[in-house]
């Protein structure tokens, strides 16, 4: 069975993604592999987005020697890989933390036998998880037992793509770009700024997350098949929030959940964890990471702060009034509000999810381009999946 | 929690394989029976602690005691008290490796002669965990070094489950178990599986 194919089954049955990863790790490491090629390919590519699959997509064309470009909306590279720095004495992962794969994957995404670096990790297995179901407390320690994966030790993902990945692209990426619309009628690709830059290009990869291309910010001159956009629209992503609150005090468990506790974890998640977890830290930070209709009601109330106040208020009830008590910092990452991601990531396919992304993947005239996290079949909603996707959209266009 | 490399490695690399082990197992359970003449049958094991953990033990029954009750006409049961000392092996993929000492008392009845019989465990062992709590990869390869921390457990356990004696030399038995992980100085979990495996008496001179 492949991973996407578990992945599948696996939510049909009610399994949520968080604790399915190490069960996908039995059934074996999907192939991860930079494509090999020949090119004879000698034009200019526009990638859209600096994210990972944007940068992957330039890390490949630039092992190729290609004519590139990466336009990025915002002013940092990175996109839903994000790193608060100076929260405490570990970087903290504002968006990706886990490593939803051998860490293996690691190497497979560089590619680089001549690399001479290693990477520390922990694995990520909690040993003490409770359900708190509005009045008191349950045990549910067995999980430890069964749910385990990996994350960065002393490192983040973003600090992966900024080590291994991006050194040699920083010259190519156009900060404070949002491409408006793209004009593939002609020969070339032309695109357009908000600020009303053009730039030109043979091929353009165009990495905007499923929410963006979704709401109709950047237009397509002729306007995209009805095939094409509707694949897009069959695709579900919705909000997502990470908040990270340091306290004098660890006095919550290494994970914990509000609601039955495997219920909690199947669907829309919302999961509370010690950040700190077998970190070189001497620091206590509880992160809470929710999506889709668990993050709606805290996106609803609009400011950081009244979302920081909301999660404060939930703790105080559930520890009788220690989160107050001990509070001492909070960070909160809105990813509904970032207005060039617009959510967390893909989720749901309305149609067969194959039949969606090869659509997708087909692109436009042999022109444009698409790649991102849910355009990949292997490793949908990750890193690896959007790199993956990078790395495909690059081999169709030089090949 | 305390590391032992030249441990772990050892049995890292010596007892990867179940296998090995329960060949291991069978030869010293074998000993203690040579020369004796009581039936002492040794089993081995398959199990499944939370279904997604496996591994494989093997133990002998150590009679303790035997009566017999014949309340209903034309039907004797009959009952054994046995101790069972096991010893085992479990792996959580990729997470810990488990090496455990187990005792059990446990109480068997059957019906006349029937090899059918109900058995009801409960035991006390003590569990080695050699848990892979961080590692490193080499970005070159893809190899990983994993450090692991070795952890002490006690682990009280109850079963329940059926033997089906062996007629010549080979019997069948299946138990659920249900206990504790109980670890000083942290929290504690439950331990919730099943046990599948064959029974032999290796000695036959009774
Ligand atoms: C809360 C959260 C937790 C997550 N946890 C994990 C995890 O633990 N492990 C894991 O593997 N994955 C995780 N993910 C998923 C992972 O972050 C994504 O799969 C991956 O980072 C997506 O990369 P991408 O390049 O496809 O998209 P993005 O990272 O979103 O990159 C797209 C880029 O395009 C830019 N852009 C958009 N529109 C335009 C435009 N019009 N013009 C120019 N530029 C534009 C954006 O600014 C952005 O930089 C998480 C995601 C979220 C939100």
Known sequence: ?399 | MNKNPIVDEYLEKKMKSPFYLIVFLCFLTNLPLKGQNTKMPVSIGYFAPYGVQYGAKAGISIPWKNWESDRKEDQIRSYNLTLDPQIGYFVFPEVQNNFFLNMELAIRSHKNEKRFSPMASAGLGYLLGLQKQEGSVNLATGEIDFETTALHYFVPTVSLGFNIKPKKSMGYYFKGFFGRKIIRGLEGSTIIGAEAGITFNINQKN
């Open chain 1, 1 to 399: 069975m492949t991973r996407a194919a578990f992945i599948r089954n696996s939510l049909a049955m009610g399994i949520g993604f968080p604790f399915l990863t190490n069960f996908i790790s039995a059934c074996g490491r999907d192939e991860f592999q930079v494509p090999e090629f020949q090119t004879d390919f000698s034009g200019k590519v526009i990638v859209i987005g600096a994210g990972a699959a944007g940068l992957a997509a330039g890390y490949l064309l630039q092992r190729y020697n290609v004519d590139f470009q990466i336009i990025e909306a915002s002013s940092v590279f990175g996109g839903r890989v994000k790193r608060a720095d100076n929260f405490v004495d570990f970087p903290i992962d504002l968006g990706a933390e886990w490593i939803h794969a051998s860490p293996a994957i690691l190497a497979e995404i560089i590619d680089d036998p001549g690399i001479n670096a290693n990477i520390d990790f922990i694995t990520y297995n909690p040993q003490t998880f409770k359900a708190w179901n509005g009045e008191k407390w349950t045990n549910h320690n067995y999980a430890s037992n069964f749910y385990s994966e990996y994350k960065f030790k002393n490192t983040t993902w973003y600090g992966f793509f900024e080590k291994y990945i991006a050194p040699e692209l920083l010259d190519k990426i156009v900060y404070n770009q949002p491409v408006v619309k793209i004009d593939y009628s002609g020969n070339q690709v032309i695109l357009q700024t908000e600020d009303n830059n053009f730039y030109e290009a043979d091929k353009v990869i165009i990495t905007a997350p499923v929410k963006v291309l979704q709401s109709n910010i950047i237009t397509f001159l002729p306007e995209l098949p009805t095939t094409m956009s509707s694949a897009i629209n069959s695709i579900s992503m919705d909000d997502g929030l990470k908040v990270f609150i340091e306290f004098e005090e660890k006095f919550y468990p290494d994970l914990f959940v509000v609601g039955r506790f495997l219920q909690s974890l199947s669907g829309d998640d919302k999961i509370f964890y010690d950040a700190a977890f077998r970190k070189d830290s001497t620091r206590n930070v509880l992160g809470l990471f929710t999506i889709n209709s668990q993050a709606a009601p805290y996106i609803a109330l609009g400011s950081d702060q009244a979302i920081f106040e909301k999660i404060m208020e939930e703790l105080d009830e559930m520890f009788e009034g220690k989160a107050s008590q001990h509070y001492i910092q909070h960070v909160v990452q809105n990813w509904s509000k970032e207005p060039y991601i617009k959510g967390s990531y893909s989720y749901n396919f309305e149609n067969n999810q194959e039949d969606t992304v090869n659509t997708i993947t087909a692109g436009l005239e042999d022109k444009v381009f698409f790649a991102g996290e849910g355009l990949s079949i292997d490793n949908q909603a990750t890193v690896q999946g959007a790199c993956e996707s990078g790395y495909t959209a690059v081999e169709k266009i030089l090949t």
